[in-house]
Structures are given as structure tokens and as C-alpha cells.
């Protein structure tokens, strides 16, 4: 554990608190601190990725829930995006519902629609549990590109800008203190799960699912359990990006299998079993192209031509070699390198 | 009638090759418990290979098939070596992970070398059409798919049934260290498998290629079926890829044609669903018997 | 593993860092072509490698040699053109993207492409004042009051649909004709559904129609054939990009079918012949902008530019001239409104559009925009492949809606 030497715990109050030195808090209040100060000094190219992070976070830590504690692997996370954001934009577009109310909604549905595709998971395990979430996702994706009524003929939903509490969210500035604020909550809440006994069950369902059963966890209840958390959590993201302006438009191209890796790549790069290794992992996986992205874009104002017309296989395979070059260095992901370099300079100048 | 039998034939054939590319899957994962998520692009690379053979260098069709599987096999080999042999005793995931990125670098050099247009090529089996009986006619091509799938199917089976590497190969499947005791050169298994899964990539590739008439992008997306393919068949059956890829194959023609488009996604992944909540290790999968 | 390992993670680290501090600098302005006028930013994105990218990379050529043909020129009465573009791989997202970064980089005008994204962004489009051009032809496109920005040159889907149609009913007068349409699987292959239908009923076209969706990257089409055989349609409309296509050709040769072949614009053209080879043969295509067959006036400006670069406009294909003729219309506005004084404004080049009538490009017929339509055309001749080479069978038919 990455605290220092010499912490002893007393009260079982101290024992369960979310930081024990002192080193801990000034990392937190530095974190804290970078988080206000990057809307004002970021442009608002970037600014726009650092709000889709904060999207993709809130999927990524219900993933890893789901995965990394529960160890239940889920390719269906598009799809429940799906499920938020067609839910959210039919209610507020069409039956013109309050978006925190349809958020609401949206995220209670794909919970439901979670619990029932994880159903499953009472009977088959590992790769055959995941292929059929596999199925799930593209039953579901092919609901969204069938039922015309979720989008009445038009092909694609469009929500407008929502207004909470009378305050319209519009630029990219005001929504990142929004989403700044949802995902700190749900990062909140999905440490604090894992600090109660429902979290506990779901690593022993991980580690030895016969022997948590043995000792009374009652594990077909915790497996839905948790593939509807990861689920509803996944609406929420959905429902929510519905309403963020670049991507205010639902269409189902965008609630794809090719999106679901994309999920299931962030927490592994990020770390499986660690809530901040979701964010790491949802850091990594939407900066990292674009930042390939923006590469080929200052090479295009150069005169690197056939470079810029590959440009789409050279950000593919770029991107492909990073992914694979990271894990060969550190399979556990960024949350367990971050570890090793603050145990680095923990022992320093000691080796271990 | 007629459909009937067309589409019979035609799922037939899908199936043969969705039969061939899982059974490199399924040679991986028997071998290493590796769950490879770059078997569609080893159809691709393999398809691509043929096609530069034949077409850029000029080289007659047999010779062109014959770099295109050796390529497959070089292909397995370098992956193995090179990337895989670091990942032993990683989890599962991480691996799964290392494959899928792996997937996608082969898919970018495949756009970056050859474009996204497909590309026509020759089709190396006779095309045309072939009468069969009353009215019904179904393309030539896809009745050798069928042909040529089956010869490569039971030649596997051969191989695993009698010659000795084939033997090694279930042997280290079945208990890795009861096989090293015996003096099984496990990497040398692990390689074989690899290049193996290539070379059947890549005769997958070829036959998917000349069936469609083109070599294009969609070669990799076929492969996203191999895996309904393989958990109906079993994750280590060579038998249930055979069995599996006839009714994946079947199943989605006939929702197609009898039913909708969305049909022939949802139906086969539906039955598949309700297979596995009968049988949770596949049709002939071996059943893992859990120790606590 | 430990070396390994140590030897990747300082360049890794350094990488790394050096990325985050590029992301925070301020985008830094595109350097200006040294003339004294400003120039003017448009902004575009292109299909390189997605689901359309057969057709879209010959049209987006289209585009990019028109802007050096005419800065090489001087420009647009003396201002240049400052193209900045991207693949945008037919993701609806990124096309949301890169719309927003050039326009936030100073983009006038945009051109676009695919149905999908150009109908998420009308919204955006609207609200930014940006005249945008797709290569789409949705009739949802047309109409000022709905998406007073966006335009179009050629004929819309819809359109095109009707046009065959009303020959297909004056082909077979007095008879019950079958028609059988096959569609991308997306918004843009299901644009001239509804208006096909309703055409038929309005004018009481004694035509079935039925439609059948091209899933895409599938690898034939066989089931659906079965379909459509069933139904017994006389006539195969495909509304799609040429590969797919010429993948549902071949499978309808294969399958010995005795169907007439129809296609809308966007896979009539060169690259379905060479991908289909003989099951392309006797194709009927609804070509708004026609094939570049010699003799067709509009290529003369295409090919001498195209002689210095050793080719000509028939090599490059139908999609390369209609890339470059929907760059002249969109320059043509912007010409129309710095003609009519000053400042270039949003407002300003749609109007600039607005105005642009009988716009003759040679390879369609003349161009005219207005302020209650914005798609180029509302007529297409009807060429047949014949011997693998393009053929007018049918002077351009112009039909009321």
C-alpha cells in the first residue's frame, strides 16, 4: 500500500477513511486544484475532450465494477448508452419531459434492461458470459436501428440545450463544471461501494464464486446486481452525453460493438479493480487518438502529403502499437504503474 | 423451394469458411487459452497477401495461395514470439486486450498499404453458375468454398488424430505440465498453433475474398461471427467449430431471406443465448469442473 | 521483462508529458498564402476510409484539385482558397467534431458528405450561419425554412427515385410492375423510401414497391435476392455506394436473374463497372451528373488541368468530376457574394448561392438555386452500360413532385 510507514489505524472510523496521511490529502487537494484551474486555461478544442472524458468516466467506472471487482466481462456498455440517451432525448423531444427527470428515467431503464440481459450470468461464465452480452449488444443495437418510433421517421433524435434548474447548460465551459460535479460523484460513490459490504461480496464473487456462495454471499442476486449497476450507470453516461452539444444528435451509428471495446480497452488500460483506473483508462483512450488526430493535422499544414492521406491507417495502427506496447510494459494498467511510481518515491533511495 | 435450396448452399458456405476461420480460434485457445481477437485480421492479411501475390507480383495463382498461407504462418509466428510470449501468466483480460490492439494495427497498415476500397481480384475458384436441380442455381463458387473447407477441416483433424505434433499440440491443451514432463517442447506447441490459426486465416481469407468477388474491409468484419461460431461449438472442440459454423451459417441465411435483415442478427445470437443456458460450455465444449 | 520494460518507460513518460504540454497551446493560425486579400477558410470532411470511402475519395480528389485549379488562377477575385480538410471515416461524431474545429479555426463555408452526419448537424449549421454543401442528397435537405444553410447541387434522392418511377410506369404502361429497392443500411439509403411510395400513390403508378436493406460489411446478398425473387420484381433499384453494389450485381448474375438493374447516382458510375465486370452490363443508371464519357462538354477545364498530372477526367471517374463541379457551385456563391460588396459573411454567401442560376457545368444540366430550394437539379438523363462503357439512353427527365 502506497501510505506511508508508521500509520497506525485506532478507530475503525480512521480505518475506513478515504485518505490516511497527510501525503494523500495534498495530492487530493492538488488534484482538486488542476481540476479548476484547466476550464481557463485550456482552448476550447481541449476543453471539449476533457467534458467527453468526464462522460466516458462515468460508463468506465460501472464497467469496472461490473469487470474489474465483480469479473464479469461486459461487451454490451454501447448499447446501455444507447438506452440512456434514446430514453432521455424521446422523453424530454418528444413528450417534453425536465431533462433531470428523464435522466433519471433513463438511467432507472437501463438498470432494468441491465438487470435482464444479466441474466445469463446465473449460469455461464468467462468468455461464454461474455459472448452473450456480446448478443445483448447487438440485439440492442439493432432495436435502435429498427424501431422507427424511437425516432418517429426522422432517423435520428435531436435534443436542444437542457436547462436545469432554470440555468441553460450551453457552452463547454458550463457543462465541465457540470460534469465535473456528476463524476465526482459517481467516482465518490463507486470508492464508497467498495468500502461496504456489497463491495466486498462482489470481490469475493470475483475471486471464488463457489466458495463466496459457501460462505453465504448470495451470489446470482449480486451478479445481476452488478451487471445492473454497470448498466445504469452506462444509461446515465448515455443520457447525459444526449444533451452535451457535439453530440446532441442520437443516432445509433454511434451505439456500435466498436464502442463497447472502446469501453472494455479503457479500464483494462486503465486498471481493472481501481475506480480511479477507470478515469486513468477513460483519460487514455479519448486523448489518445485525438491527440494523434491533431499530429496528422499540424503534419497536413506541412508537406508530409502521403502521410496525411494514410492518415486514418497510420492513426489506426498508432494506436493499435500504443495499446500493445502498454500493456507489454504494464498489463495492470495505468492505476498499477501510477503505484509503482509512488512507491518509487516512497522508498527512494531504496530498491524495495 | 428453390430459395430454399439457395440458401441452403449459400449458408453451407458461409459456414464452411466461419468453420475455418474459428478453427484457428479454437486451435489458440486450446493450445494457450489465448482468446485471440485478431483472427478476423489474419483473414484479412492473409486475403491481401494472395491478392499483392497474384496481382502486384504477377505470380501464378497456386504460388499466390501459397505466400498468402505462408504469410498467415509468419504472421502466427512473429505474434507468438514477439508479443505473447511476454504476456504469459498476465490476466486473461489484459491478453484479450493485447490482441484486440494488435487487430487494430493490423487493420491500419492493411487501409495504409492497400486503401479502403476493395479490391477486385481473381477469384481462384471456377465462378459461374451452376445448375442443380429444376430451376435452382447457385453460384459454382460457393459449392467449392464448401469443398475446399471440408478438405481442410478433416486434413486438421487428421492432423490432430495422427501425426505427433497434432498429438503434442491436445496434450498441452489437455494439462501443460503433465505435457512437459513428458518432454513436450510447450513453446514449440504455442507456435504452431499461432501459425497454424494463420495459415487457416488466411485460407479463410482467400476463400471469403472469392466468394464475394472482392478483397475489401468486410473480410475482417466476417469474423465478428467467428465467436457466436465458437461458444455454440465449444471453446476447445475442433468438432463444434464444424457443427457450429453449419448452424450459425444456416440460421443466418434463412432469418435472412425468410424473415428480416435484423432478423438474421438477433436470431442466431438469441438461439445461441438459449443453447448456452442449456449446455453453458457449448455443444461440445469440455464442461470445466471448478475446485474451491 | 524489467529491462524491457525500464527502457520503454522514460520515452514513454517523456512522450507523454511532451503531449499534455502541446494540448494546452492555443491553436496557432494557419499562415496566410502571402496575398494581400484574406483568404477564404473552408472547411471539409471526406469518407478516406469508411463505409463510402470507394466513391468518397475520387469525389473529395474532386474537391481538392478544384481549389488548386482555381488558386492556381488567382482565386476568387483575388482571394484564395484555404482548403483545410479531414477523413472523417463516415463517423457522425468526428464529422460533429472537425465541423466544430474549423468553423472555431474560422471556416466560411463547409462542405460536407454523408446523410447522416449532415442531418445532425443542421442544428449546429443553422445556428453558426455556415452555407454547407454535402455530398448528400436528401430531400430533408432542400428545403430553406427547415435548413436555410444547407445545399446541394444535384438532384436529390427523392427526386432521382421519382424520375424512375414515372419511366418505369411509362416503360410498362397498362402492365402491374414489381420494383424491388435495395438500400444502404443508414439514413442515406433510406432518403427516397417514403418519397417513392408516396410518389406512386399520388400519381397512382400501378407499381409494387418493396425495399430490402444492404446490411453493411456484408459479403453477399443472396437472401435478400430470394426475397426480391419472390416478390417477382421486373426491376432492382440500388440506392448505395458501388461496391456493395456491385456485390448485389454479381450475386444477381450468379443467380441467373433476369431483373433489370437500376441505380441511383451514387453507384452509377466507373467504379461499379470495374468491380461487377460483366454483371455490370446493361445497368441503367439515374445520373444527375453524368459519367465522363468523351465528348460530354464540362471536361474540357477538368482535363487540361489533369494533363499536367498526366491523366484525364474519365481516369479519375464520375465521382472526381462531381467532387469538383459541387466545389465550383459552392465557389460560384461565394464569388456571387463578393460581387455584390464586401464582407464575407455567412448570410452573405447564401445569398451569394441563392442567386446562382443556369449554372452550366457541361456534365449535368444548368444549376439553379433559390430561396425556397436549395438542390441544385430536379432533372437526370438515364445512361446504360453497354460493352462496360456509359451509354445516353434517355435525355434528362424532369418530374413534378
Not at chain 1, 101 to 107: G, H, K, Q
Not at chain 1, 221 to 245: D, E, H, T
Not at chain 2, 90 to 106: F, H, K, Q, W, Y
Not at chain 3, 198 to 224: E, S
Request: glycine share 10%.
Amino acid at each position: 500500500m502506497a501510505t506511508a510507514t508508521g500509520v497506525y489505524h485506532t478507530t475503525y472510523r480512521k480505518d475506513l477513511a478515504l485518505r490516511h496521511t497527510r501525503a494523500e490529502y495534498v495530492r487530493l487537494g492538488l488534484l482538486a486544484a488542476l481540476a479548476v484551474w484547466l476550464p481557463f486555461n485550456l482552448n476550447p478544442y481541449w476543453l471539449g475532450y476533457a467534458n467527453l472524458i468526464l462522460l466516458a468516466a462515468i460508463a468506465a467506472v460501472g464497467l469496472n465494477i461490473l469487470t474489474g471487482y465483480t469479473g464479469l466481462i461486459s461487451l454490451a456498455t454501447a448499447g446501455f448508452l444507447g438506452v440512456g440517451a434514446y430514453t432521455a432525448a424521446n422523453l424530454t423531444t418528444f413528450y417534453h419531459w425536465p431533462m433531470p427527470v428523464a435522466v433519471l428515467v433513463a438511467t432507472l431503464l437501463a438498470a432494468a434492461i441491465g438487470a435482464l440481459f444479466g441474466l445469463p450470468a446465473l449460469r455461464l461464465k468467462g468468455l461464454y458470459l461474455a459472448i452473450s452480452t456480446f448478443a445483448a449488444q447487438e440485439i440492442l443495437s439493432d432495436r435502435f436501428r429498427d424501431w422507427k418510433w424511437l425516432v418517429r421517421g426522422h432517423g435520428t433524435v435531436t435534443t436542444s440545450y437542457p436547462t436545469i434548474g432554470g440555468h441553460p447548460f450551453k457552452s463547454t465551459f458550463e457543462w465541465y463544471w457540470l460534469l465535473l460535479v456528476i463524476t465526482g460523484l459517481v467516482v465518490l460513490a463507486g470508492i464508497n461501494l467498495f468500502r461496504t459490504g456489497l463491495g466486498r461480496a462482489f470481490i469475493a464473487i470475483r475471486d471464488q464464486d463457489i466458495a463466496a456462495e459457501v460462505m453465504g454471499v448470495p451470489v446470482g442476486r449480486y451478479k445481476v446486481l452488478a451487471f445492473s449497476i454497470a448498466c445504469g450507470l452506462a444509461g446515465f453516461s448515455g443520457a447525459l452525453q444526449a444533451y452535451y452539444p457535439t453530440t446532441q444528435t442520437v443516432t445509433w451509428e454511434n451505439y456500435e460493438i466498436g464502442r463497447s471495446f472502446i469501453f472494455v480497452a479503457m479500464i483494462i488500460v486503465g486498471g481493472l479493480g481501481s475506480i480511479s483506473g477507470a478515469v486513468y483508462g477513460a483519460i487514455f483512450m479519448t486523448w489518445v487518438p485525438a491527440y494523434i488526430t491533431r499530429i496528422g493535422q499540424t503534419l497536413q499544414r506541412s508537406s508530409l502529403h502521403v502521410l496525411i492521406e494514410k492518415l486514418s491507417a497510420v492513426q489506426l495502427t498508432l494506436f493499435g502499437l500504443v495499446l500493445v506496447g502498454f500493456l507489454l510494459v504494464e498489463p495492470r494498467g495505468l492505476a498499477r504503474l501510477w503505484q509503482r511510481a509512488k512507491d518509487y518515491f516512497r522508498i527512494w533511495p531504496f530498491r524495495y | 423451394m428453390t430459395r430454399f435450396l439457395t440458401l441452403t448452399i449459400n449458408g453451407l458456405a458461409n459456414g464452411a469458411i466461419l468453420a475455418i476461420t474459428a478453427l484457428g480460434f479454437v486451435l489458440i485457445y486450446k493450445a494457450t487459452e489465448v482468446i485471440n481477437f485478431a483472427q478476423g485480421q489474419f483473414l484479412l492479411v492473409g486475403a491481401y497477401m494472395v491478392y499483392n501475390a497474384n496481382q502486384t507480383w504477377g505470380l501464378p495463382w497456386p504460388v499466390a495461395v501459397a505466400v498468402g498461407v505462408g504469410c498467415g504462418v509468419l504472421l502466427g509466428l512473429a505474434i507468438e514470439r514477439l508479443i505473447l510470449r511476454r504476456m504469459i501468466g498476465e490476466s486473461a483480460l489484459s491478453v484479450i486486450m493485447v490482441t484486440i490492439g494488435l487487430a487494430s494495427a493490423m487493420s491500419g497498415v492493411v487501409l495504409g498499404v492497400w486503401g479502403a476500397g476493395g479490391r477486385r481480384g481473381p477469384s481462384f475458384i471456377p465462378s459461374g453458375s451452376v445448375h442443380l436441380v429444376g430451376d435452382v442455381s447457385v453460384a459454382a463458387n460457393r459449392i467449392w468454398a464448401v469443398g475446399v473447407a471440408t478438405v481442410v477441416l478433416i486434413a486438421v483433424g487428421l492432423f490432430f488424430q495422427r501425426s505427433r505434433h497434432g498429438v503434442a499440440m491436445r496434450a498441452v491443451a489437455d494439462d501443460q505440465q503433465a505435457a512437459m514432463v513428458q518432454g513436450i517442447n510447450v513453446n514449440r506447441v504455442f507456435a504452431m498453433a499461432w501459425a497454424l490459426a494463420g495459415a487457416t486465416g488466411a485460407i479463410g481469407g482467400v476463400l471469403l475474398a472469392s466468394i464475394a468477388g472482392s478483397y475489401g474491409p468486410e473480410i475482417e468484419g466476417f469474423a465478428i461471427f467467428v465467436f457466436p461460431v465458437v461458444i455454440l461449438g465449444g471453446l476447445d472442440s475442433v468438432l463444434g467449430t464444424v457443427v457450429g459454423g453449419v448452424i450459425v451459417g444456416l440460421l443466418v441465411e434463412y432469418s435472412k431471406s425468410y424473415l428480416t435483415v435484423s432478423w438474421s442478427v438477433i436470431l442466431p445470437f438469441a438461439a445461441l443465448v438459449a443453447i448456452l443456458l442449456v449446455k453453458p460450455y457449448g455443444l461440445f465444449g469440455q464442461v470445466r469442473i471448478e475446485r474451491v | 521483462m524489467n529491462r524491457f520494460a525500464r527502457k520503454l518507460a522514460l520515452p514513454l513518460c517523456i512522450a507523454l508529458l511532451l503531449g499534455a504540454a502541446c494540448g494546452k497551446d492555443k491553436k496557432s493560425p494557419a499562415a496566410s498564402k502571402g496575398a494581400t486579400k484574406e483568404d477564404v477558410k473552408i472547411g471539409a470532411i471526406f469518407d478516406l476510409s469508411g463505409a463510402t470511402a470507394d466513391i468518397g475519395t475520387p469525389y473529395a480528389d474532386g474537391i481538392k484539385d478544384y481549389v488548386e485549379y482555381k488558386n492556381a488562377s488567382g482565386g476568387v477575385d483575388g482571394h484564395k482558397l484555404a482548403l483545410s480538410w479531414q477523413d472523417y471515416k463516415y463517423d457522425p461524431t468526428l464529422a460533429t467534431q472537425l465541423y466544430g474545429q474549423y468553423v472555431s479555426e474560422g471556416a466560411k463555408v463547409f462542405m460536407g458528405w454523408g446523410t447522416g452526419d449532415t442531418e445532425a448537424l443542421r442544428p449546429k449549421v443553422n445556428a453558426d450561419k455556415i452555407p454547407f454543401m454535402s455530398a448528400s442528397n436528401a430531400e430533408t435537405l432542400t428545403d430553406p425554412s427547415v435548413t436555410p444553410y444547407n445545399f446541394f447541387p444535384g438532384a436529390s434522392y427523392s427526386q432521382q427515385m421519382r424520375i424512375i418511377l414515372q419511366y418505369i410506369s411509362d416503360q410498362n404502361k397498362g402492365k402491374h410492375v414489381e420494383v424491388a429497392v435495395f438500400h444502404h443500411d443508414s439514413p442515406f439509403g433510406t432518403s427516397p423510401l417514403e418519397d417513392g411510395k408516396k410518389y406512386i400513390t399520388d400519381k397512382k403508378l400501378d407499381i409494387g414497391f418493396k425495399d430490402y436493406a444492404m446490411p453493411k460489411g456484408a459479403t453477399d446478398y443472396v437472401a435478400q435476392i430470394g426475397q426480391a425473387t419472390a416478390q417477382k420484381a421486373k426491376y432492382i433499384i440500388i440506392q448505395n455506394v458501388p461496391s456493395p453494389a456491385a456485390v448485389l450485381a454479381t450475386n444477381l448474375a450468379s443467380a441467373k436473374s433476369t431483373a433489370q438493374v437500376v441505380c441511383l447516382n451514387y453507384c452509377a458510375n466507373e467504379i461499379f463497372v470495374k468491380k461487377a465486370g460483366a454483371a455490370a452490363e446493361k445497368m441503367i443508371g439515374v445520373v444527375p451528373f453524368a459519367p465522363p464519357v468523351a465528348g460530354l462538354p464540362g471536361l474540357e477545364d477538368i482535363n487540361n488541368f489533369l494533363k499536367a498530372k498526366n491523366t484525364d477526367a474519365a481516369a479519375k471517374g464520375q465521382g472526381y468530376v462531381q467532387g469538383w463541379y459541387t466545389m465550383a457551385s459552392m465557389v460560384e456563391g461565394i464569388k456571387n457574394a463578393l460581387d455584390a460588396g464586401g464582407s464575407l459573411t455567412g448570410e452573405a454567401i447564401k445569398a451569394g448561392l441563392e442567386k446562382i442560376k443556369d449554372f452550366k457545368t457541361g456534365v449535368s444540366d444548368p444549376i439553379n438555386f433559390s430561396s425556397t430550394f436549395h438542390a441544385g437539379l430536379l432533372s437526370a438523363p438515364l445512361y446504360q452500360v453497354v460493352g462496360g462503357q456509359f451509354k445516353k439512353i434517355q435525355d434528362p427527365i424532369k418530374v413534378e413532385k
